[in-house]
């Protein structure tokens, strides 16, 4: 099973450049969005890892623009975890309007301790349930 989650989104209107459209910077915190709720749907909060001295941050983001959004247009973000190593992740996303590909992102983050230094990625965050969350699909 693919390891992916899809979120709603409404472009708010502070989120607009002068012309009406969603500012291209948006789209960073947008993409953050979808990394902590892929990971809430996996059954992990980020704020229990951070807690346990569990961070991660961006290392490297890549934005390739297909369509303008406006204010109040509803969208889709689908954030899909494609590759896992002992401390990195690396993420691919789609923005959509409705079948409108509006954005295609990739993320590499890296997992480091409170003291900024690399550090293992806890067993099973990937999964559902795995160490740093509670299994939310058991009965």
Same mark, same amino acid.
């Given at each position: 099973?693919?390891? =992916?989650?899809?979120?709603?989104?409404?472009?708010?209107?502070? =989120?607009?450049?002068?012309?009406?459209?969603?500012?291209?910077?948006?789209?960073?915190?947008?993409? =953050?969005?979808?990394?902590?709720?892929?990971?809430?749907?996996?059954?992990?909060?980020?704020?229990?890892? =951070?807690?346990?001295?569990?961070?991660?941050?961006?290392?490297?983001?890549?934005?390739? /623009?297909?369509?303008?959004?406006?204010?109040?247009?509803?969208?889709?973000?689908?954030?899909?975890?494609?590759?896992?190593?002992?401390?990195?992740?690396?993420?691919? /996303?789609?923005?959509?309007?409705?079948?409108?590909?509006?954005?295609?992102?990739?993320?590499?983050?890296?997992?480091?301790?409170?003291?900024?230094?690399?550090?293992?990625?806890?067993?099973?965050?990937?999964?559902?349930?795995?160490?740093?969350?509670?299994?939310?699909?058991?009965?």
């Amino acid at each position: 099973m693919a390891v =992916e989650h899809t979120i709603a989104i409404r472009v708010r209107y502070p =989120e607009c450049d002068p012309m009406g459209y969603l500012h291209h910077s948006i789209h960073l915190q947008y993409l =953050e969005m979808g990394r902590v709720e892929l990971l809430r749907s996996l059954g992990h909060r980020y704020a229990d890892l =951070e807690k346990q001295g569990v961070m991660f941050v961006v290392v490297k983001v890549e934005v390739k /623009y297909k369509a303008p959004a406006r204010y109040d247009d509803e969208l889709a973000l689908t954030t899909r975890l494609v590759k896992q190593t002992h401390v990195r992740l690396d993420h691919a /996303y789609a923005l959509k309007r409705g079948d409108t590909l509006l954005a295609e992102a990739a993320t590499t983050i890296a997992c480091v301790g409170p003291d900024g230094q690399l550090m293992a990625i806890p067993a099973g965050l990937g999964e559902r349930g795995g160490a740093g969350g509670t299994d939310r699909t058991a009965g």
